[in-house]
């Protein structure tokens, strides 16, 4: 598919977003995080909702209509788009309060517990039903798979955390205390964006072939004629983009270096090894590298997508 921009910064945006709502409840919850830290609190709730919000007005900018998007809403009961709409919208209450006691109170105890796990439940349930989005479209097989939910289940915390690790290790806090959960995420998102990339390069062998198996005997190649118009449309520009595998493959390997290998070295190994004066050094381009990366899986994620109605217009 087309990889818009707009699809791109809203995935990554929200992505991050989300992954720190996610966790910071959690973090200060068992101690990792300190709750009267007032400005602590605010660099990071700030951003995240920040970062959510941006999100989900940059979908609309992919929409014919964006003043009609409030109608989606309505659909929930069979739409993921709905659901996602409606999970992100129930996310606001329990983090405005939550950043309210965190930010003004200056300290997270007695009912303002109760908001900051509704906000980690709300975030990992956008989350999910963003995944569900994309999982559920059969006609785009390589991403009705499981492992397509597993990818933003895990790479959002893993995002969010790295941008938590920054900001805590800017306000005094040693990064090691986030070791073990940095060392989680980053193998499960490594189990699943190799798995899921795993599956795409079956995907794309199946597609290559279908064509040629559907009129011919297997292993030939059969094409039409002739196009069914005479130019390209909007159905070929958006369902039939295609990025070729000599460029793909080096996309997966800066993607894993950026997204995966990067915080391996800088979240999970640094930490045991310098003392805090230099890991501001470290932590800070690890954060940004982390979040180069996801861009480029973003943009691979879309683009390597392929629709099966580019198989009627022989679009290999």
Known sequence: MHPAA?????????GVGYGILALAPLLVAFGLLPDDNRWLGGALMIPALGLVTLGLLSSTFHLGHPERAWRALSQWKSSWLSREGVMAILSYPPALAYAYAWIVLGAVDGPWVWAGFATVLTAVGTLFTTGMIYRSLKPIPAWATDWTVAGYLTLGPLTGLVVIVAVATGFGLHPVRFQTLAIILVIAAAVAKNAYWSRQLKVWEEHSQTTGAAVASPGNTVRSIEWPHTEANYVLKEMGYRVARKHAEPLRHITRNLLLV???????VLPSILPLPYLIWAVIPGAVLTLAGVVVERWLFFAEAKHVVSLYYGVD
């Not at 707009?6 to 929200?14: D, H, K, N, P, Q």
């Not at 990067?262 to 999970?268: G, K, N, T, V």
Request: aromatic share 12%; charged share 0%.
């Open 6 to 14: 707009s699809v791109i910064l809203f995935t990554t945006a929200s």
């Open 262 to 268: 990067a915080p391996a070295a800088i979240f999970c």
